[in-house]
């Protein structure tokens, strides 16, 4: 097995410009310009080559590649349904993020670039060492990491932000797929990557979410099916980046198989309906002798909130195209079409206006496939005039502040309190995280003060040794803004 040279991870952001083209290409080097557009082409240009190479592996031993992706973290809006636009955190300028692809035993590089004013990572499920885990390397604004690993094991994998509240960055969309496929080629399927996921515009650690989604857009598949033939196989890698209990996967008009956590070496079970828990897979076959339209959903309430869909089966024609209209000894990758709908359909806009949206105790109907979004004119005018609380209004004389119960959440209006205080040259702050999730405190003034993510009743410190006025901020919900005035 390949053996990871860390030193190495320290050179590919600094490396000259002109060996970089040539050993990263064109698309690494815009990346690490600011030029996103170029990277993201590059690594949809990869991933097509790595699928390709993926499928077509079918003659002697394979050759272990080196594959490398590009992922950048930014922050846009988003549509999640018809008519409803909301914030987002995502890689490469989508929920999910792009499906990175490999053969197990292929060297993986993943470039990623943090373009928020938070701090992120890349957390990959599967085998590797604790450089490449995405949790204590965080990731600050402006900076860039890179994972370098070893695919495996086969099967359907993911990634997904690590930093504190997990839950609440994958919900802001900061996950996405990682399919790794065995050496020994499996048999040719038409193939799908379905990712479920959730989101509530009122409180994003709510245990009901108001939107359970798959691939980052509620009934997608509704208004938009998924082609299939009679007679097909047909492969879907399914995973759950949602934070709800498991619900169970049901696919009409016949039964399927299902590879238990999405991981090809356990053996298949055939079912009617197979529960995949938060932060786990499946992989599932399934194939129809009769045309016509087999629902897909979760069984219960999220099919409610915008799971439902299905796959349109239809008769290939006669002169149908192996591997292009159908799959027989070919294999035919479907996830490149997913990715572009979602792109379509979400219409990324980092300057776009947030909608309203339905409080929590307004219901949508995605059973029929449109979604309440009104509000009262009272609930609207209160929305208005709740501003974050941290104004650096009254100035208290302490060393003591708190992250208020609650503070995580915009709406609450709170924040740090006291967020305005008065100290002394030489006096140490203490910051206590009162709060049931964690926050930072990061200077606003490059690199004076950063405390990392703070847990639940623990406190961060930090001495004041010279006068001045200090503003901070949370690195997590940026919102939240305090002042320390030394004398």
């Given at each position: 097995?390949?053996?990871s040279?860390?030193?190495?991870?320290?050179?590919?952001?600094?490396?000259?410009?002109?060996?970089?083209?040539?050993?990263?290409?064109?698309?690494?080097?815009?990346?690490?310009?600011?030029?996103?557009?170029?990277?993201?082409?590059?690594?949809?240009?990869?991933?097509?080559?790595?699928?390709?190479?993926?499928?077509?592996?079918?003659?002697?031993?394979?050759?272990?590649k080196?594959?490398?992706?590009?992922?950048?973290a930014?922050?846009?809006?988003?549509?999640?349904?018809?008519?409803?636009?909301?914030e987002?955190?995502?890689?490469?300028?989508?929920?999910?993020?792009?499906?990175?692809?490999?053969?197990?035993?292929?060297?993986?590089?993943?470039?990623?670039?943090?373009?928020?004013?938070?701090?992120?990572?890349?957390?990959?499920?599967?085998?590797h060492?604790?450089?490449?885990?995405?949790v204590?390397?965080?990731?600050?604004?402006?900076?860039?990491?890179?994972?370098?690993?070893?695919?495996?094991?086969?099967?359907?994998?993911?990634?997904?932000?690590?930093?504190?509240?997990?839950?609440?960055?994958?919900?802001?969309g900061?996950y996405?797929?990682?399919?790794?496929?065995?050496?020994?080629?499996?048999?040719?399927?038409r193939?799908?990557?379905?990712?479920?996921?959730?989101?509530?515009?009122?409180?994003?650690?709510?245990?009901?979410?108001?939107?359970?989604?798959f691939?980052g857009?509620?009934?997608?598949?509704?208004?938009?099916?998924?082609?299939?033939?009679?007679?097909?196989?047909?492969?879907?890698?399914?995973?759950?980046?949602?934070?709800?209990?498991?619900?169970?996967?049901?696919?009409?008009?016949?039964?399927?198989?299902?590879?238990?956590?999405?991981?090809?070496?356990?053996?298949?079970?055939?079912?009617?309906?197979?529960?995949?828990?938060?932060?786990n897979?499946?992989?599932?076959?399934?194939?129809?002798?009769?045309?016509?339209?087999?629902?897909?959903?979760?069984?219960?309430?999220?099919?409610?909130?915008g799971?439902?869909?299905?796959?349109?089966?239809t008769?290939?024609?006669?002169?149908?195209?192996?591997g292009?209209?159908?799959?027989?000894?070919?294999?035919?990758?479907?996830?490149?079409?997913?990715?572009d709908?979602?792109?379509?359909?979400?219409?990324?806009?980092?300057?776009?206006?947030?909608?309203t949206?339905?409080?929590?105790?307004?219901?949508?109907?995605?059973?029929?496939?449109?979604?309440s979004?009104?509000?009262?004119?009272?609930?609207?005018?209160?929305?208005?005039?709740?501003?974050?609380?941290?104004?650096?209004?009254?100035?208290?004389?302490?060393?003591?502040?708190?992250?208020?119960?609650?503070?995580?959440?915009?709406?609450?209006?709170?924040?740090?309190?006291?967020?305005?205080?008065?100290i002394?040259?030489?006096?140490?702050?203490?910051?206590?995280?009162?709060?049931?999730?964690?926050?930072?405190?990061?200077?606003?003034?490059?690199?004076?003060?950063?405390?990392?993510?703070?847990?639940?009743r623990?406190?961060?410190?930090h001495?004041?040794?010279?006068?001045?006025?200090?503003?901070?901020?949370?690195?997590?919900?940026p919102?939240?803004?305090?002042?320390?005035?030394?004398?």
């Amino acid at each position: 097995m390949y053996n990871s040279n860390k030193r190495y991870r320290k050179t590919v952001i600094i490396i000259a410009p002109a060996i970089a083209a040539i050993l990263f290409g064109a698309g690494i080097v815009a990346a690490l310009s600011g030029n996103q557009q170029a990277t993201t082409l590059f690594s949809n240009s990869i991933f097509n080559l790595n699928a390709a190479s993926a499928q077509d592996s079918s003659s002697g031993d394979y050759e272990p590649k080196t594959i490398e992706y590009t992922l950048i973290a930014e922050e846009t809006t988003l549509e999640i349904a018809p008519d409803t636009r909301v914030e987002a955190w995502t890689y490469n300028g989508t929920i999910p993020g792009p499906t990175l692809r490999a053969t197990e035993g292929d060297r993986v590089i993943i470039n990623f670039i943090n373009k928020t004013p938070m701090t992120h990572t890349i957390h990959l499920h599967g085998d590797h060492d604790e450089l490449d885990d995405g949790v204590f390397q965080e990731v600050l604004p402006n900076e860039t990491y890179t994972y370098d690993f070893i695919a495996e094991p086969a099967g359907a994998l993911m990634y997904h932000c690590h930093v504190m509240p997990v839950s609440q960055h994958i919900r802001m969309g900061l996950y996405g797929a990682f399919i790794v496929d065995p050496q020994t080629p499996l048999e040719p399927a038409r193939e799908y990557v379905i990712v479920t996921g959730e989101y509530d515009t009122q409180d994003q650690l709510t245990e009901l979410p108001e939107y359970v989604m798959f691939n980052g857009y509620a009934d997608q598949y509704w208004e938009n099916p998924l082609p299939a033939r009679t007679n097909e196989l047909v492969r879907i890698y399914l995973i759950n980046l949602g934070s709800s209990p498991a619900f169970g996967f049901h696919i009409h008009g016949t039964l399927f198989d299902a590879w238990p956590s999405g991981v090809w070496e356990n053996p298949s079970l055939r079912v009617q309906t197979w529960e995949v828990s938060a932060g786990n897979a499946a992989i599932f076959e399934v194939k129809w002798p009769w045309e016509g339209r087999y629902l897909f959903h979760l069984h219960g309430t999220p099919e409610e909130k915008g799971t439902m869909a299905y796959f349109n089966v239809t008769d290939a024609p006669e002169d149908a195209v192996d591997g292009v209209d159908i799959a027989k000894t070919k294999s035919i990758d479907m996830i490149e079409w997913q990715a572009d709908l979602t792109k379509k359909i979400q219409k990324a806009d980092p300057n776009g206006n947030v909608t309203t949206t339905p409080t929590a105790n307004n219901s949508g109907s995605h059973g029929g496939h449109s979604m309440s979004n009104t509000t009262s004119d009272s609930e609207t005018e209160t929305e208005q005039q709740q501003q974050p609380a941290n104004q650096g209004g009254t100035v208290e004389e302490t060393t003591s502040v708190s992250m208020a119960k609650g503070s995580s959440q915009k709406s609450s209006n709170k924040g740090f309190t006291p967020d305005h205080i008065s100290i002394h040259a030489g006096d140490t702050v203490t910051w206590k995280n009162d709060d049931s999730t964690a926050h930072t405190v990061k200077s606003k003034e490059e690199g004076l003060f950063f405390s990392g993510s703070i847990l639940q009743r623990r406190t961060f410190e930090h001495t004041f040794a010279e006068p001045g006025t200090y503003e901070y901020y949370c690195s997590l919900h940026p919102w939240m803004t305090g002042i320390v005035e030394v004398k």
